[in-house]
């Protein structure tokens, strides 16, 4: 029994320690590249990229956000010509939110830059570290995919 106690506890501390890299890791990276976009309009552009075209009430479930922010975050990515609408082929009285040519050039470029900037964070770590860190990307990655 102790044992789980114990188990308990280091998923508590691995966890906390986790949240706040992550939380300082994101911060970094999102100052990371010239973008005058905020960090919800930057998730929205990246979950339809990722997920393809999407309907409002979709892509704010996707975000874990309110139809009424996710229409606002829409509006103003279209705004930008960032975003276009397209009829629902499976509803004509619903439409498609997807990337417009101009926003897949955009997200391409900001993903780059905070790329090359994560890269040269990489570089100053050793290589067992940068090993261990890799070997744990499954575990990451499932994390992040998990509801």
Do not use: C, Y
Not at 3 to 30: D, G
Not at 44 to 52: P, Q, R, T, V, Y
Not at 78 to 94: V, Y
């Amino acid at each position: 029994m102790k044992s789980v106690v114990v188990e308990s506890e280091r998923s508590v501390e691995t966890a906390a320690r986790l949240r706040l890299v992550m939380v300082r890791l994101a911060r970094a990276l999102r100052h990371q590249g010239s973008t005058a976009l905020s960090p919800s309009q930057v998730s929205a552009l990246a979950s339809i990229d990722e997920f393809g075209p999407l309907r409002i009430s979709a892509l704010a479930a996707f975000e874990s956000v309110g139809a009424p922010v996710a229409t606002r975050v829409v509006a103003s990515l279209e705004e930008l010509d960032l975003l276009k609408r397209t009829d629902d082929p499976e509803d004509k009285r619903a439409s498609l939110v997807e990337l417009s040519d101009h926003g897949r050039v955009v997200l391409t470029a900001l993903w780059s830059e905070r790329t090359i900037g994560l890269s040269s964070r990489l570089e100053r770590l050793s290589p067992a570290e940068r090993n261990r860190l890799e070997m744990a990307l499954p575990a990451l990655e499932k994390l992040s995919r998990e509801g």
